[in-house]
């Protein structure tokens, strides 16, 4: 079930710090993982964060199992999924639900920094590549891929 965030930033911090080191160190090294999702937790940090993101969250039997951020501008900064829900569709569903969210606020397009892992998902959900692109986190470089989705009343 897809919800508004309603206080859930401890559990949405451990999606991502769960996501990052689970599924990321595939494609990414130790160091990039490190520097992307440091190994102590910043709750504080998330609280923060998704008290001003407000991300919409998938819920199962009242447990985050993913997430997603959109920003006013149609921007998407964050998109994880726990490892252990990985690949039963919950990242798409969260994702189209902010496609009709971008439609409904008619924004012209969304654009996201899509990991190399992420990358595929937005591919199949009609993103296209706008560019490589490389940013340094704590001193390390990290590369991943600009992508944006055209909305104009087109959804997946």
């Keep these: 079930m897809i919800a508004h965030y309603a206080g859930q930033y401890r559990e ?9 080191h689970a599924t990321a160190s595939v494609l990414y090294t130790p160091e990039q993982v490190a520097a992307w999702a440091p190994g102590i937790r910043d709750y504080q940090h998330w609280h923060w964060r998704c008290e001003l993101k407000r991300p919409f969250v998938d819920l199962n039997e009242h447990r985050v199992t993913a997430f997603i951020e959109l920003d006013p501008d149609g921007h998407i900064d964050c998109h994880y999924t726990r490892p252990e829900w990985n690949r039963q569709g919950i990242g798409g569903r969260l994702l189209r639900h902010a496609l009709t969210i971008a439609e409904h606020l008619k924004l012209p397009k969304v654009f996201v920094e899509a990991s190399h892992l992420a990358k595929g998902l937005y591919l199949k959900h009609g993103f296209t590549v706008v560019r490589e692109n490389e940013i340094v986190r704590r001193g390390v470089t990290l590369s991943n891929w600009i992508m944006e989705r055209q909305i104009a009343g087109k959804l997946a």
């Design 12 to 20: 949405i911090c451990d999606v991502f710090h769960d996501a990052v």
